[in-house]
């Protein structure tokens, strides 16, 4: 399989600098933008299936092909390694991305909440919903550099905007823009401990902000405190760590370019190290969920003509361990126990937006479960 690894450090920190959440648009058709490698064939897209509007034949074929695959019929079989093999032994990585998708859309509990989403965006076209008098807070974990770079969404700009719409109290959560996911996680611990007037907390996070929360929730997930969290709602959480920065800190000249970005700049070493990936990882656990919270993983699954140009190196790196997002492997972009949202067609920058409306069915879904 190709994969690159020239010119891995200014393009990955500038994809953290860049990092955006979903935006907040009308829905649309899909349709490739100037983003994606134009040097592809056009595809019709008339039929709508497998939870897809205006399916692609490319897109419908895969899918298919991933029904009959009698290998790993449930998403929880599908790890880092089944996926890494179903990507080996098929010699296409697309095809492993479309056996996530599809296994995530056959799981019961993921398929109803698909199902409400349907339903409940179009019934919010007519009425947004006000839920002032319920006291509540969306607390938002923002992405890496959050500070330094606020005009890219790594606060979460749009989903507070739309939660503070529908009458929620909004918020970002302190926490340091280049810390450890250790340190991170406790301060988001302390946050939790301080807001305790409130009737409930739905939790949000973005990219990095998925690893802080998962620290928070091995520190204090089972306090009497966390108990007002009624809901995380994780929007491509780097959960497990990245390949990606191990391939630096093993590379000598990448790792003295990342250091040295890194002291230019003040940011903490150890923060970005605290994403790497495999046993020695400081996110190699799975968090115990508490009974009375419900996760959503937003997890986003594309194919390979559905990547950014932003993406694309990264993209093609991981793609040897497995499908992938462009920053984090699918097989680790999701905690088991969790609902899961695929999000087809989009990588890591959600190019394809999510409509207002239906990021407003995500938070009624969670308040009035």
């Not at 990588?347 to 407003?360: A, E, G, L, T």
């Amino acid at each position: 399989m190709k994969y690159y690894r020239s010119s891995l450090i200014p393009k990955l920190l500038l994809s953290f600098l860049s990092l955006s959440l979903p935006a907040c648009n009308v829905d649309r058709s899909f349709e490739r933008d100037e983003t994606v490698d134009d040097n592809q064939p056009l595809y019709l897209c008339l039929k709508s299936a497998y939870f897809v509007q205006k399916i692609c034949e490319d897109e419908l074929e895969l899918i298919g092909w991933a029904a009959d695959y009698e290998k790993y019929p449930t998403l929880a079989s599908l790890t880092p390694a089944a996926l890494e093999k179903i990507t080996v032994e098929t010699g296409d990585v697309d095809k492993a991305t479309a056996v996530f998708y599809h296994r995530a859309i056959l799981d019961d509990r993921n398929r109803r909440l698909i199902e409400y989403l349907d339903r409940r965006q179009y019934e919010l076209i007519e009425k947004t919903p006000d839920f002032s008098n319920r006291n509540l807070l969306l607390a938002l974990a923002p992405g890496m550099f959050w500070k330094d770079n606020p005009d890219v969404g790594a606060g979460g700009e749009q989903l507070r905007k739309i939660a503070a719409e529908m009458g929620l109290k909004e918020a970002i959560i302190p926490v340091e823009q280049s810390g450890t996911a250790e340190t991170n996680g406790r301060l988001i611990c302390e946050y939790i401990q301080k807001t305790q007037q409130f009737n409930g907390i739905l939790l949000a996070s973005v990219s990095k902000g998925g690893a802080d929360v998962k620290f928070a929730l091995k520190l204090c997930g089972q306090s009497p405190e966390f108990k007002k969290v009624i809901a995380w709602y994780n929007i491509g959480g780097i959960n497990n760590g990245s390949p990606l920065i191990d391939d630096i800190n093993s590379t000598f000249m990448f790792r003295l370019e990342a250091r040295s970005y890194f002291f230019l700049y003040g940011y903490d070493w150890d923060g970005f190290m605290s994403m790497r990936y495999g046993e020695d990882s400081p996110l190699n656990f799975q968090p115990a969920i508490p009974e009375h919270m419900e996760v959503i993983n937003i997890v986003p699954a594309p194919l390979r003509r559905h990547v950014s140009n932003r993406a694309r190196p990264f993209y093609d790196y991981l793609a040897q361990f497995g499908p992938n997002d462009g920053l984090t492997l699918l097989g680790d972009n999701y905690i088991p126990g969790s609902l899961v949202y695929p999000a087809w067609r989009n990588d890591h920058y959600f190019r394809v937006p999510i409509p207002k409306q239906r990021m407003q069915a995500f938070l009624t879904y969670m308040i009035d479960r």
